[in-house]
């Protein structure tokens, strides 16, 4: 059932660093791919992403899908201690289910 | 106003016992969900439903049953609880069409003593 993979598992990095988060999914019936960010409770949308090569921004936060190679990549700049949290990945398909991943969690140390 | 609000907020419990957590969303979409995350924050597809058709994750035992008595609420019952059920239930909503996302209730925290 592992449709959504997503690595590193957890991530310890100090502030100010940069760090990338990835994730690859399935190709069937492919719709979109979105990003989340969960702290203590619900998760909370980030991106949104359904074209190949664009990058969408929001901050210090990016990410960016690659259809061909079925993944895509979430990337912090200028890392702060309230990054930290679980990143959730989920691919969304065709029927409207949407598979989450196992999460990469992130603790951004002073 | 809440979009997703699920409730309680908070359950402890006995093995054996029967529980509800109701969901509601107010943002007009045809889909609902019931996710599971464990202890190690995977979250679990369980249950999608819209008014036509119910998709139940084969690996959901029988013991867990979603009612939706209209589009805005599905509901999660749950019989003879067991220890391994103790989770976080989050309710989610959605569109169905191209280009929406899915929208997360606060989550349930359930603990099954």
């Known amino acids: 059932e592992d449709k959504v993979v997503q690595s590193p598992l957890s991530l310890v990095v100090h502030e100010g660093d940069t760090v990338t988060l990835n994730c690859s999914y399935e190709?069937?019936?492919?719709?979109?791919l979105l990003w989340y960010k969960q702290e203590k409770k619900a998760p909370t949308f980030l991106f949104m992403l359904?074209?190949?090569?664009i990058e969408k921004k929001s901050g210090r936060l990016s990410s960016i899908l690659d259809k061909k190679e079925l993944f895509s990549i979430l990337n912090i700049t200028a890392t702060q201690t309230g990054d930290s949290a679980i990143y959730l990945c989920?691919?969304?398909?065709?029927?409207?289910?949407?598979?989450f991943g196992t999460g990469t969690s992130l603790t951004v140390i002073p | 106003d809440t979009a997703v609000s699920q409730t309680p907020k908070y359950l402890v419990t006995q093995m054996g016992n029967d529980k509800s957590i109701k969901c509601e969303q107010n943002?007009?979409?045809?889909?609902m969900y019931w996710y599971k995350q464990d202890s190690k924050k995977f979250l679990k597809i369980m249950f999608s439903y819209n008014n036509k058709e119910l998709i139940i994750n084969e690996t959901v035992p029988n013991r867990f049953s979603p009612k939706s008595p209209d589009k805005a609420h599905l509901n999660l019952h749950i019989n003879s609880l067991e220890l391994g059920d103790s989770a976080v239930y989050f309710c989610?909503?959605?569109?169905?069409?191209?280009?929406?996302?899915?929208?997360f209730g606060e989550g349930s925290w359930l603990t099954v003593v």
């Open positions: 190709v069937t019936n492919f719709r979109s």
């Open positions: 359904t074209s190949s090569g």
């Open positions: 943002l007009g979409h045809d889909t």
């Open positions: 989920a691919q969304g398909n065709t029927g409207n289910q949407f598979y």
């Open positions: 989610a909503s959605s569109k169905a069409s191209k280009g929406n996302t899915i929208y």
